[in-house]
């Protein structure tokens, strides 16, 4: 060893916490300016996650304190109100502790970009700094923020998928039985946040049978299982249950979406899915494509497209579980019966790691047409940045909840005004009316997965 090395050895060693230390306080710095106060609710989730957080902090359980009867909460996965009732327990009083609660969605999607470069450097080979600058850019673009800007478990899915995704990774490459074990954990955790990270359980199971890892494989699955057994059991027995007229808001996704299938034959999932696919690439032009000339419109996507396809060339060589999961994540996004914004934003950092790779693959082997890579990713490049900069300069992510909150805003003045602390209130937004007034309410009308093809009549 040089003296050169001996001496630098050291100073790496004091310094090593410096870059996670920077890239965490930058991701919450940003996300804190971004996310203000609103009237909790106007999302349907958000009020939901806040009120069952108020249940499980005031020593009434996981159930819907603002039903007629509080019924039990099986439609939530419970992971996310928890962590929210711990905050709710340090600062009770609502709607003052709106800005608090905020500050944690904060704090998890500035530990999400560090999982991001972790996952980025660790898996891909990513140089540390370029790694950071592009996992603050992910993370901290609109459609996180706007989700981060509301009481949602999206950041905290974010924050732990990244280091589920790398356990899964090292399980399929070389783990022990260990590592399975700590993996299994961790995806049934996830699965804990939010259902759709079934999708993570399914791939490496998967990857790993394909490999022909069968007792790995089992103790995976075993292991998420038992994380997975408490809540399954209580969403099984926990009583009172769901009144039928409330099971599209309240109940089972799977009763929800069987009853879709029911009702709209053999061919609703296919119909589902082909409209999900435009909202999805309506949602891909926005980002990428939006206010580009209609002559190169179609070149920009067709370039983002093939970055995408490159990136999950890349990465499928060297973390196999993660294009699985990506895989089998948006094919439950395409056929379940809801706008699906929220669950593609949910994975939005994970997206664009798969194009930023896709780009740095091909500009590593262009050679000497580097030049007209260049040219081509400037293209997307610059409506991005041009779509990210008009949203931070107007936070536009405000202008839905400011929108929605302007809406209910008579009907709260008219429940405080005409009813009295023992009344039940059925009114759209039920969950306000029950946040801000203290009043039990329901929904007015039942929720069908038909109506996402087929919305009711008068």
Request: charged content about 10%.
């Amino acid at each position: 060893m040089t003296a050169v090395a001996i001496a630098a050895t050291p100073s790496r060693a004091r310094t090593w916490w410096l870059l996670p230390a920077l890239v965490i306080a930058v991701g919450w710095s940003i996300a804190s300016w971004a996310a203000v106060p609103y009237t909790v609710g106007v999302f349907h989730d958000d009020g939901v996650y806040a009120l069952l957080a108020r249940s499980i902090a005031a020593g009434d359980g996981f159930h819907y304190s603002h039903l007629p009867g509080a019924p039990a909460a099986t439609h939530y996965p419970p992971l996310y109100p928890l962590l929210l009732a711990a905050a709710w327990r340090i600062m009770p009083a609502f709607p003052e502790n709106i800005s608090f609660l905020l500050g944690i969605n904060a704090l998890l999607l500035g530990i999400a970009a560090y999982g991001w470069v972790v996952f980025a450097k660790g898996r891909l080979g990513w140089s540390p700094r370029t790694a950071a600058v592009a996992a603050l850019v992910a993370t901290l673009s609109t459609p996180v923020l706007t989700v981060a800007g509301a009481l949602l478990s999206e950041p905290m899915f974010i924050a732990l998928l990244w280091p589920s995704l790398l356990l899964c990774e090292r399980s399929a490459d070389d783990g022990d039985g260990a590592q399975d074990l700590w993996t299994g954990a961790l995806v049934g955790l996830l699965m804990l946040v939010r259902t759709h990270a079934i999708a993570l359980f399914v791939a490496v199971f998967v990857v790993l049978v394909a490999r022909r890892r069968y007792v790995r494989a089992g103790t995976v699955f075993l292991a998420a299982f038992v994380v997975q057994l408490p809540w399954l059991l209580w969403s099984r027995w926990a009583s009172p249950s769901i009144a039928s007229p409330l099971q599209g808001a309240y109940g089972s996704y799977l009763s929800w979406v069987a009853a879709g299938v029911r009702d709209g034959g053999i061919g609703f999932p296919l119909a589902t899915a082909r409209v999900n696919l435009i909202e999805c690439w309506l949602l891909l032009q926005d980002r990428f494509a939006a206010g580009m000339p209609a002559a190169i419109h179609h070149l920009t996507l067709a370039i983002v497209v093939a970055a995408m396809l490159t990136g999950i060339w890349s990465i499928i060589r060297r973390a196999p579980v993660t294009i699985v999961f990506a895989v089998l994540y948006l094919g439950i996004v395409l056929v379940f019966p809801f706008t699906p914004w929220r669950y593609v934003w949910a994975i939005w950092p994970l997206l664009a790691l798969m194009m930023l790779e896709g780009g740095r693959a091909l500009w590593l082997r262009a050679g000497r047409w580097r030049i007209g890579v260049a040219v081509c990713a400037l293209l997307p490049a610059l409506a991005f940045l041009r779509t990210e900069l008009h949203a931070y300069a107007t936070r536009s992510w405000r202008v839905p909840a400011r929108q929605a909150s302007a809406e209910i805003a008579p009907a709260l003045d008219w429940v405080r005004t005409h009813t009295t602390a023992h009344d039940v209130v059925l009114g759209a937004g039920e969950q306000v009316i029950a946040l801000y007034t203290g009043r039990e309410s329901a929904p007015p009308i039942s929720i069908t997965a038909r109506e996402y093809l087929v919305p009711p009549t008068v």
